[in-house]
């Protein structure tokens, strides 16, 4: 219930990307007026077609590295902007840095001038490739700063710091998750992690590219999971990171053979030199999400994958039959 009564109303930052909008969605099921904050560099208004139409979802185009100016009352603010793709990583650097400093700084401000609660979309990228495994919230982290992925790793570090400032500074109510190797539905094809990067190369019949030899791990959450610990961290008291991911570890060759077995592709499969810093294992310790928030995974590494090839599989062909109609 809002403070003045009536319906909540809930920000979220980066709300056409592919997790935004699903958390978009579960609040309006939950019963939210739902604001949804995007400039589309890399989200689109494809994920959000079917809830725009709905009184109570609202689409703002602004970049949040802009002053964030929001008429009317909120109570929570989901700041879930920011490109997480290892493409995105090379591509448009300067602006992953700047979501992460100036795009934090003013959703908390924003969060700050309403009286709203704040949760901060963080990653597992801010314990790099970790030296202890699995990865607790109090480790802090191995990351090379100057690395191709420092851009990422280090504007999410800097967002958790700003973040807790504004908690101490002036007494903003936050919440922190560490989001895990999160998957499904509305991914971009070409995302560049592995899971898109594999379907996408799986539906078109051609060989998945696996970097190294297949035996780093990561431990892949559907992102339906994702969300309900995400609404379940911005209703408890803890205030302290939490880890949300799934505690099971795979090897990327036996995600790769899953999609493989699940899309029924007779693709095969190459190996490619290992990127610069990229993790040869992560996996997190949930102990903290188990405890405050009783969560923990439902859905299994080869039912998530099920439902994406499908959801893949469905866009390809509309989009086909969409071109054919040109």
């Known amino acids: 219930m809002s403070r003045g009564g009536g319906k909540p109303r809930a920000l979220v930052t980066g709300g056409a990307g592919f997790v935004g909008s699903h958390l978009c969605e ?105 030296l202890v495994h699995p990865q607790h919230e109090g480790y802090r982290g191995n990351v090379n700063p100057v690395g191709p992925r420092g ?39 070409d995302d560049g992690r592995m899971v898109p990067n594999f379907v996408s190369q799986a539906l ?35 205030t302290r990171p939490v880890n949300v991911g799934n505690p099971t570890e795979h090897t990327v060759r036996e995600v790769a053979d899953m999609i493989l077995e699940v899309s029924g592709s007779g693709s095969g499969i190459v190996y490619k030199h290992l990127p610069e810093d990229d993790p040869t294992r992560r996996c997190p310790d949930i102990a903290r999400a188990r405890e405050v928030l009783n969560w923990e995974p439902r859905v299994a590494a080869r039912e998530g994958l099920t439902r994406t090839v499908e959801w893949f599989a469905n866009r390809t062909q509309f989009w086909e039959t969409a071109s054919l109609r040109l």
Do not use: W
């Open 151 to 189: 851009v990422y790793d280090e504007a999410k570090r800097y967002a958790e710091a700003v973040t807790m400032a504004y908690r101490r500074h002036h007494r903003v109510d936050t919440r922190i998750v560490r989001i895990f190797n999160t998957y499904g539905p509305r991914m971009r094809p």
């Open 26 to 130: 579960r609040l309006l099921s939950e019963g939210y007026r739902v604001v949804c904050m995007d400039n589309l560099s890399t989200g689109s208004l494809e994920n959000v077609a079917h809830m725009r139409g709905d009184p109570d979802f609202e689409y703002v185009d602004q970049d949040v590295t802009a002053h964030i100016d929001l008429a009317g009352a909120l109570e929570e603010v989901y700041h879930f902007a920011s490109p997480a793709s290892p493409a995105d990583f090379g591509r448009i650097p300067l602006e992953i840095l700047k979501v992460g400093s100036l795009g934090t700084h003013n959703a908390l401000g924003l969060a700050h001038a309403k009286g709203a609660r704040f949760v901060l979309a963080s990653t597992s990228e801010v314990y790099g490739d970790p």
């Open 204 to 238: 078109a019949g051609e060989p998945l590219t696996v970097y190294g030899d297949g035996s780093q791990t990561r431990s892949v959450l559907y992102v339906d999971d994702l969300v309900e610990g995400v609404f379940r961290l911005m209703r408890c008291t803890e």
